[in-house]
């Protein structure tokens, strides 16, 4: 969902940047899960097309910037991808937990905290980049 979701941001903030999401122990090429697609499509997302794919080198190096969604995963990455420890961040103070198995509520929870998370990160670069 967040990859979805920053890119639907950025298309309204008029802000041009690449966005990717993987997943530290993703199996590639998995769809979203129904809920996800579900809650995405509330808000106009159609996310039937996407494919999981698992984090890897080439894109720890591509990579500007890693958020993820909890500080395990933050730590997970920067012990595996030390060099790369620059650019990993949590995207939000309060760990962000996968929904996965719980109801669309959740799920419904889980889009709207990473919006919020989103558009904030958004405000924050933009007033970098204003200075």
């Given at each position: 969902?967040?990859?979805?979701?920053?890119?639907?941001?950025i298309?309204?903030?008029?802000?041009?940047?690449?966005?990717?999401?993987?997943?530290?122990?993703?199996?590639?090429g998995?769809?979203?899960?129904?809920?996800?697609?579900?809650?995405m499509?509330?808000?106009?997302?159609?996310?039937?097309?996407?494919?999981?794919?698992?984090?890897?080198?080439?894109?720890?190096?591509?990579?500007?910037?890693?958020?993820?969604?909890?500080?395990?995963?933050?730590?997970?990455?920067?012990s595996?991808?030390?060099?790369?420890?620059?650019?990993?961040?949590?995207?939000?103070?309060?760990?962000?937990?996968?929904?996965?198995?719980?109801?669309i509520?959740?799920?419904?929870?889980?889009?709207?905290?990473?919006?919020?998370?989103?558009?904030?990160?958004i405000?924050?670069?933009m007033?970098?980049?204003?200075?």
């Amino acid at each position: 969902m967040a990859e979805y979701l920053f890119r639907k941001l950025i298309k309204e903030y008029d802000i041009e940047i690449e966005v990717s999401s993987a997943g530290i122990f993703a199996l590639e090429g998995n769809k979203a899960s129904i809920y996800s697609q579900e809650v995405m499509k509330e808000i106009g997302v159609d996310i039937t097309n996407h494919s999981s794919k698992k984090i890897d080198n080439e894109l720890m190096e591509r990579a500007n910037c890693v958020f993820t969604m909890t500080k395990e995963q933050a730590e997970i990455l920067k012990s595996v991808y030390p060099k790369y420890s620059y650019k990993i961040s949590t995207l939000s103070d309060e760990d962000i937990l996968d929904p996965y198995g719980k109801d669309i509520e959740t799920y419904r929870e889980v889009r709207n905290k990473i919006e919020k998370e989103l558009k904030n990160l958004i405000k924050n670069m933009m007033v970098r980049v204003d200075l």
